[in-house]
């Protein structure tokens, strides 16, 4: 996958930064992308998670609490916003401690595990692999989080071409 | 030596964002607000009570499913189960409500190199210890592992 790092200006506050991934030089974000699916059946619930996107990284930061771990592969810290009761709209990020989220995108979680789903496995794994490629770069220091954690700085973007080299 | 990118994330504006956001009514982004940092305000409490979600759940009575729905942002907590919670955490209703602590926690990705020893030489971390020669089984031979660490900044 061939993508981009950005951050979604409209979102990131003092508290957490919040990013999402080009892929591909699209014009829009994998979060926009889930946006767009979804605006017309489950507008409601789009309106309340930017809401509460806003308060994470605003008021809040991004508590443990608001997340489901455990999405993704052991220590990869991509996780899923928590459901409203009643509500099964799913959206998966990567989590950065309480400082910063990466937000990808999702679908209406109808089964018990996304693996169940072909829309939820496609988005999930799609986070899997950043996180994956993140901490490669992480761990070659083409990448750094600055020292409050919140921004990600260096290479932001990725490759196959450059992967394989 | 590798040159330094100090580049950060390019800015990204959306107006699919802005027009949702735009349709949030002052009322649902309050509702939002107080409920997110409700949790967040008794997540605090528990962490300096150094109670565990089970610890508390047991405390309390409840499932600890039931806590992590608390703790997740999105409960609207009825006045019995908030009063439940202050007797519990020895607090009044008002301390429930008071300025919240600021909590910064960061990841920190910390990358290691093993490699083996002499058997019958110990590794003790103040949670575990594992000899040598289970350690060599683990790994087989040098390896690179990693773990994470969080902490929080005071």
């Known amino acids: 996958m061939n993508y981009e790092i950005v951050e979604l200006s409209q979102l990131s506050g003092n508290y957490t930064t919040i990013y999402s991934i080009i892929v591909n030089g699209e014009t829009q974000s994998l979060f926009e992308n889930f946006i767009e699916e979804n605006k017309n ?18 008021e809040t930061g991004a508590r443990e609490g608001f997340f489901k771990h455990k999405e993704g592969k052991p220590g990869d810290l991509v996780c899923a ?5 009643d509500r099964n709209l799913r959206l998966y990020c990567i989590r950065n401690g309480n400082v910063a989220i990466i937000l990808g995108g999702g679908g209406l979680k109808e089964v018990t595990a996304w693996q169940h789903d072909p829309k939820l496995s496609k988005e999930a794994n799609a986070m899997i692999e950043v996180s994956e490629d993140i901490f490669q770069r992480l761990k070659e220091g083409d990448l750094r989080w600055s020292p409050d954690g919140k921004k990600l700085i260096g290479n932001l973007n990725f490759s196959e071409d450059e992967e394989d080299e | ?12 504006t959306s107006s699919l964002i802005g ?11 309050a509702r939002v607000k107080n409920r997110m940092e409700l949790a967040a305000r008794i997540e605090d409490l528990l962490i300096q009570k150094k109670w565990n979600k089970k610890e508390f759940a047991k405390r309390i009575g409840k499932h600890p499913s039931e806590i992590t729905k608390w703790l997740s942002g999105t409960h609207n907590f009825t006045q019995d189960i908030l009063t439940e919670i202050t007797l519990v955490l020895n607090i009044s209703l008002s301390d ?3 300025k919240k602590q600021v909590q910064t926690l960061n990841t920190t990705t910390v990358f290691v190199s093993l490699k083996q020893v002499p058997k019958g030489i110990s590794y003790a971390t103040p949670y575990s210890s594992v000899f040598a020669s289970e350690l060599d089984y683990k790994t087989k031979s040098s390896q690179k592992a990693s773990l994470s660490l969080t902490y929080t900044d005071n």
Not at chain 1, 81 to 85: A, K, Q, R, S, V
Not at chain 2, 1 to 12: E, G, I, P, R, S
Request: charged share 35%; aromatic share 4%.
């Open chain 1, 41 to 58: 059946k489950h507008r409601d619930e789009l309106i309340s998670i930017l809401d509460r996107l806003k308060v994470i990284a605003d």
């Open chain 2, 19 to 29: 027009e949702l956001m735009a349709e949030s009514s002052p009322l649902e982004k």
């Open chain 2, 1 to 12: 030596m590798k040159k330094t990118n100090n580049t950060t994330a390019k800015q990204h």
């Open chain 2, 96 to 98: 429930l409500y008071s």
């Open chain 1, 81 to 85: 916003l928590y459901d409203e009761p």
